[in-house]
């Protein structure tokens, strides 16, 4: 009952702050807004500016500078400490940015080099953000730094896409009165409007490192939700049309391949020679369409492996570069996962009982073959996103020998499978949208398919004080041979569901949000998404203070309070409460840190951890506590450093953490960065494994976690470096005692007399992975390529308990090593043809 009264109090805080907030919030409406928001206006060039980092008065003072710039951070809203003129050109080709960023000492404008695309290092920026279609939800980035290091982003609709790449143009150079930045974005980098009379949402940014001063043209509250909605606005852009947006990076890729764990009847080297394609294509001025052709994601980052005696899969982030770059899109209702294409073969696991005893496994693929992909998106100028990715696999198989005879036969793995997103994403006032979302997974072999359709909206208030989200979707899937949660069914359809509803006060200082969420036992949408458990539901509220301005010995000042309750959906049984706590400060030097504390008051029902449901193990009540720092990343040497632990005190349970990671900047080329995170986890109880009698046993285990790595990056110049990542993970698990599970959810000490034998075994985990990277961007989109990665995968049941014993082990057990050199041309159409023109 506690939890109920909770939710009340925190209910009747939320609605009671609703009226003394309503008076202070009333001016921050959208009419407000347009009052604040500035003009400037954009020229047409007599001439195209050259780029040499020299203002030119004749090209650029024909037309009146963007000035006036106003902190974000620190100190928002007060004038921006150093001056700051922006001049904003166009022509028939692009829009042209001269920036003079005026100084009053500039031998202290940090110049630190990163690779492209890295944002904010310790050096100054400057950036220009576009919204061309003036939907104050969507806009293009271009940031250049001090150093002349190139990022380009693009937002849409509160995410940010880092990994989106543009070609465009740009020159910086330091000068007595600071420092100059020249841009060239061509209009085949950007999608605007056909429209005869253009207006643009803009704003451009200023960051002067040494003081960590970051300020807008057109002011940026931070206390008010949303960034692109407080942009200014640019006019007198007329008579421009968009290019025949067609551009062509073919490839060619080499690598070679030692695995030194190979049987003695294949050979230990392998190498690979592929060439293909990427291909832009601009449909109309709004959509365009991207297409891999024969794709090599050999030179993609090595994922972090990681020991898992969870019950639930472990998600992995996307590191290939088609399914990262342009895909905001698709990710909006939650239910597709990119790398659940060209992923794990569907049967692979199964192969073991599908071969004879006389048979052995000779080769089994651990990914599917990727053939080809495409992405078309675009948005109308009514703000209509449609977009569409569809990707295919080949059929992958397994080979098993036959120890007596020698012949070798193949069993499927995975079918030939075509992969489909389709979205509808209609954009509304004040960051408000609906959206449609569709993914599908047909397979051939008679192998079942899958079928998932959501909607997801979300309203503002005219305030942007407040907002509703709601949303739904249905998974279906259809067929036999249906794999559901590792089991094979028998059915010919299959139908879950699910649902949420959030209502939040999204501005001011005081904000509140309730949640209440929804996924029927039946729910899957695994086939293309990623869901770790269904038959869910779950209610929560939070509230929260923030101080975004300075206060007492702080620059800003976070702090929040939750509650979350969840339960079964089938059947309606209580599951678990939490209770959180939160606060975090950035002092006025610029050091940073958070403390945060969790409570479970009571016992909480896990009915996924036996692996048999609905068989429920009752866990204790608990609490957790961490905290940690952050200092100055603008000091040569910096530090972050955390600990924790968790307690529970009915099995006498205890946890405890610490990270310590300090980097070093030896100049403004190399930086390097080490980790290390150490876990101990004494009494960890959980699922070992099922005895003679088909008994659930759960295991008393000692769990100890090591994770050390270093990361470097040289840069040579903005246009090459070498970056380095290595990690070495380490993690046993050493039993100490056995539980037979009751139907009760307890646990009763198990014994050889009842429960016979109990050898499950310890185990002893590693692994180990360099990728070291050198990138050469010879010309605009055109990239040279050669990395080496390293890995070693290693697990046993001998636990080392020293460092350096289990370093040696692990370093004569089998490895991969992969050379690879792949080489990139960017080819533009509407560059080509304006050469033959002239």
Aim: glycine share 6%; hydrophobic share 35%; proline share 3%.
């Amino acid at each position: 009952m506690f939890y109920k009264y909770l939710v009340f109090a925190l209910t009747f805080t939320f609605f009671s702050v609703n009226a003394a907030t309503a008076h202070n919030d009333k001016n921050k409406g959208p009419e407000a807004a347009e009052l604040k928001r500035k003009t400037t206006v954009v020229t047409r060039a007599a001439k195209a500016p050259v780029l040499d980092g020299y203002l030119e008065p004749e090209v650029w003072q024909t037309v009146t500078p963007a000035t006036n710039f106003v902190r974000y951070d620190p100190h928002n809203g007060m004038p921006s400490s150093q001056k700051t003129e922006v001049y904003f050109l166009y022509d028939n080709d692009a829009v042209y940015v001269g920036a003079m960023l005026y100084d009053t000492a500039p031998d202290s404008i940090l110049t630190q080099y990163g690779s492209r695309d890295s944002g904010e290092n310790n050096s100054d920026m400057f950036a220009v953000y576009l919204d061309t279609y003036n939907d104050k939800q969507n806009a293009f980035a271009f940031m250049v730094s001090a150093a002349g290091v190139q990022t380009d982003i693009k937002f849409s609709q509160g995410r940010e896409d880092w990994n989106w790449d543009a070609v465009w143009a740009s020159n910086v150079k330091k000068n007595e009165q600071g420092w100059v930045v020249e841009m060239k974005i061509p209009y085949g980098a950007i999608r605007f409007p056909k429209a005869e009379v253009q207006t643009w949402g803009v704003n451009f940014m200023r960051v002067i490192r040494r003081t960590r001063e970051k300020s807008y043209w057109n002011h940026v509250d931070n206390s008010v939700e949303g960034f692109v909605n407080q942009e200014g606005r640019a006019i007198g852009i007329e008579g421009i049309q968009s290019p025949v947006r067609l551009q062509v990076t073919p490839y060619v890729s080499g690598a070679l391949n030692h695995y030194s764990g190979n049987a003695e009847v294949k050979s230990n080297y392998s190498h690979a020679l592929s060439g293909g394609m990427d291909v832009k294509y601009g449909i109309n001025d709004a959509f365009t369409l991207d297409v891999t052709l024969v794709p090599d994601f050999t030179q993609a980052q090595s994922d972090n492996q990681v020991l898992n005696l969870s019950p639930f899969e472990v998600k992995f982030g996307e590191n290939r570069q088609f399914f990262t770059e342009s895909t905001e899109l698709f990710n909006k209702a939650g239910i597709f996962h990119s790398r659940r294409i060209g992923g794990t073969p569907l049967f692979r696991g199964l192969v073991s009982r599908q071969k004879e005893e006389n048979e052995t496994i000779v080769e089994n693929p651990t990914i599917s073959g990727l053939l080809n992909a495409t992405k078309l998106s675009g948005r109308t100028r009514k703000g209509l996103g449609i977009g569409i990715l569809n990707a295919i696999t080949r059929n992958m198989f397994a080979t098993v020998k036959n120890e007596e005879t020698g012949e070798e036969r193949e069993i499927l793995t995975d079918p030939f499978t075509n992969y489909n997103v389709f979205v509808l994403d209609q954009t509304l006032p004040r960051n408000s949208f609906v959206t449609f979302t569709n993914t599908n997974v047909s397979r051939t072999k008679g192998v079942y398919d899958a079928n998932v359709s959501g909607l997801q909206l979300r309203f503002a208030d005219r305030t942007n004080n407040f907002a509703i989200r709601a949303g739904g979707n249905l998974s279906q899937l259809y067929g036999s041979n249906i794999i559901l949660r590792g089991d094979t069914l028998a059915e010919n359809l299959h139908l879950g569901h699910q649902y949420n509803v959030n209502f939040s006060k999204i501005s001011g200082n005081l904000r509140f949000g309730l949640n209440h969420h929804v996924e029927s036992d039946t729910y899957e949408i695994n086939d293309m998404g990623f869901l770790s458990n269904n038959n869910e539901i779950s209610n929560s509220a939070s509230i929260s203070y923030n101080f975004y301005q300075p206060v007492w010995k702080f620059l800003s000042w976070s702090n929040s309070l939750s509650v979350n309750q969840s339960m079964l959906y089938a059947p309606r049984e209580f599951v678990s409460m939490n209770l959180n706590a939160s606060t975090n400060v950035r002092f006025r030097n610029f050091m940073s840190a958070y403390w945060n504390a969790s409570f479970r008051p009571g016992n909480a029902y896990d009915y996924f951890e036996a692996r048999s449901f609905p068989q429920v193990y009752i866990k204790p009540s608990a609490y957790e506590t961490n905290a940690g720092f952050s200092t100055d990343y603008r000091k040569r040497l910096a530090l972050d450093a955390s600990s924790g632990l968790w307690r529970s005190d009915r099995y006498d349970q205890f946890s405890w953490w610490g990270n310590f990671s300090p980097r070093f900047r030896v100049n403004d080329k190399l930086l390097l960065t080490n980790s290390n995170n150490y876990r101990k986890e004494l009494r960890n109880i959980g699922y070992a494994g099922r005895d003679e009698s088909k008994n659930t046993i759960f295991g008393d285990r000692t769990v100890t976690t090591l994770t050390t790595t270093l990361s470097g990056a040289y840069i040579f110049n903005e246009k090459t470096g070498l970056t380095l990542n290595m990690r070495h993970y380490w993690s046993r698990a050493e039993y100490q005692k056995f539980y037979e599970l009751t139907r009760q959810g307890g646990l009763l000490p198990a014994t050889p007399e009842r429960n016979g034998n109990l050898g499950f075994n310890n185990i002893n985990y590693n692994t180990f992975n360099i990728d070291l990277v050198y990138s050469w961007r010879f010309a605009p989109g055109s990239e040279l390529m050669v990395v080496w990665k390293n890995a070693i995968e290693e697990r046993q049941h001998e636990i080392q308990k020293r460092y350096i014993e289990n370093m040696n082990k692990m370093l004569q057990a089998p490895q991969n090593n992969n050379f690879s050199v792949k080489l990139l041309y960017y080819i533009d159409y509407a560059s080509i043809k304006n050469v033959i023109s002239a």
